[in-house]
């Protein structure tokens, strides 16, 4: 009995240690942030960030993640490119994902980043692509954007739709003439109508 309350405590002591960490990670975080928010041409700040990012728990680099997507800055764009995929965190892959939304990234490294996001198994990572995608506005983008009209999850598809609207490509009016009239769930239909709307109003225009 001894020895097991010897090892639940040591247990707990860890723990606490760790968070004790990891809340001090953020608090330099945010310090960095107020910093970079004066300066954001800052390079030691800037490699602080980038190394909590990089090399923080998950926690750590969400936050970290969160502050170079505001800085909308080139430094961090490798850093995106790479955790939007390969991060094993959701909220670390959202945040890098609309880290290359701000950053207009239309290259083909982060056109591939945008599509493989856009396939994520997180349903949060996916429309945040789906954003970035409409954003972007890229024709190798069109496809998987199409694919994703047909997500079982309603709110994947709506964001679709809505990422469809400054596409010019008949197979987009087909495709929102489809859902607006077949699809099961009265929001999807709707916003299929709104943006078939949307599309004629650009096109008198």
């Given at each position: 009995?001894?020895?097991?309350?010897?090892?639940?405590?040591?247990?707990?002591?860890?723990?606490?240690?760790?968070?004790?960490?990891?809340?001090?990670?953020?608090?330099?975080?945010?310090?960095?942030?107020?910093?970079?928010?004066?300066?954001?041409?800052n390079e030691e700040v800037l490699l602080e960030v980038l190394n909590a990012a990089q090399n923080g728990n998950r926690e750590v680099r969400a936050e970290a993640m969160w502050v170079l997507s505001n800085l909308e800055t080139d430094v961090a764009y490798s850093d995106f490119l790479k955790a939007s995929v390969e991060d094993p965190d959701f909220n670390v892959r959202?945040?890098?994902?609309?880290?290359?939304?701000?950053?207009?990234?239309?290259?083909?490294?982060?056109?591939?980043?945008?599509?493989?996001?856009?396939?994520?198994t997180d349903l949060q990572v996916q429309m945040e692509a789906l954003k970035v995608a409409g954003n972007i506005n890229s024709p190798e983008l069109l496809n998987p954007i199409l694919d994703s009209l047909s997500s079982r999850n309603k709110w994947v598809r709506i964001t679709a739709i809505e990422s469809l609207k400054d596409y010019k490509d008949a197979r987009v009016d087909r495709a929102l003439n489809l859902l607006s009239s077949g699809d099961s769930d009265y929001a999807v239909k709707s916003t299929a109508s709104q943006v078939i709307e949307y599309r004629k109003g650009s096109v008198d225009e």
């Open positions: 009995m001894k020895n097991f309350v010897y090892i639940l405590s040591f247990i707990l002591l860890i723990s606490c240690s760790q968070k004790n960490v990891t809340l001090r990670r953020i608090e330099d975080i945010n310090r960095a942030e107020r910093k970079l928010a004066k300066n954001p041409k959202c945040l890098a994902v609309m880290g290359l939304g701000k950053l207009a990234a239309s290259n083909p490294e982060a056109i591939d980043s945008i599509k493989r996001a856009i396939s994520d």
